[in-house]
């Protein structure tokens, strides 16, 4: 058999192997989101939550499973007390945010004045991102400002760290979201919460979803790998003849 002939069998192969990897990828993509919320131990109907109940240093959940019931290897942990846990007063059910259930929340962590509070998630993948989206929401007036920041970053929408949870959480029902971040060499991410003299902080419930190529991406993956190997074979063509 000639050196053509096999080049030309080579490429075909090859090409055989990417489509059928890219067709086996697409209908993966998508993985299942996180969902957390604090101070309550509550499952809110029609969907798989993970709750830390008490906000005291240590608190807990050990292995996050996703929404679908699957464990993650992925934990979230009280790294820094809060100040208490408040029992209601920050319902977001009814909203756009498909996740944010009553039960879900309307329970909170606090941070009184002049203090912090964190959470750390360990477990997470260093090669891959992750979209963090919050909720801090109290229905209550006075000042409710503080700052918070993942692994010292501030959220995309309030650059300035900080974020009222009554008139930004509250009444306009924003989320506070860090999209396509990634975990510290140690595959952590460190929520944070810290206040002034005078505000307070609550961090309610929160999705964590894994940010995954889109299939257009793959596609030029394929392709440009695709344009590598024929590139290799007409270099070899070019050599045989030579």
């Not at 697409?26 to 131990?41: D, E, K, M, R, W």
């Not at 209550?140 to 959220?155: C, H, K």
């Not at 999209?179 to 964590?208: Q, R």
């Not at 392709?223 to 190997?229: Q, R």
Request: some cysteine; proline content about 6%; glycine content about 12%.
């Amino acid at each position: 058999m000639s050196r053509t002939l096999m080049s030309r069998r080579l490429f075909r192969s090859l090409a055989g192997v990417f489509a059928l990897a890219l067709m086996a990828f697409a209908p993966c993509v998508q993985a299942s989101p996180i969902y957390l919320n604090f101070g309550s131990a509550t499952d809110p109907a029609g969907a798989t939550w993970n709750h830390i109940a008490t906000a005291t240093f240590g608190s807990n959940v050990a292995d996050l499973n996703d929404s679908a019931g699957d464990p993650t290897g992925i934990s979230a942990t009280v790294s820094n007390d809060f100040s208490g846990v408040f029992a209601g007063g920050g319902d977001w059910g009814g909203t756009p945010v498909p996740w944010a259930l009553n039960d879900a929340t309307n329970p909170s962590f606090f941070v009184d004045p002049n203090q912090s509070g964190a959470i750390t998630f360990a477990g997470l993948d260093t090669g891959k991102t992750y979209t963090i989206s919050l909720i801090s929401s109290r229905a209550a007036t006075g000042n409710r400002y503080a700052d918070y920041a993942l692994n010292g970053v501030a959220p995309d929408d309030f650059p300035g760290f900080t974020f009222h949870s009554y008139t930004d959480g509250w009444l306009a029902r924003d989320l506070l979201v860090w999209a396509d971040v990634a975990p510290n060499g140690s595959g952590e991410l460190v929520l944070s919460v810290t206040t002034d003299p005078s505000g307070y902080g609550y961090v309610n419930a929160l999705s964590i979803e894994e940010v995954v190529p889109e299939p257009a991406s793959l596609m030029l993956l394929a392709s440009g790998l695709l344009l590598m190997v024929h590139r290799g074979h007409r270099g070899h063509r070019g050599r045989s003849r030579a």
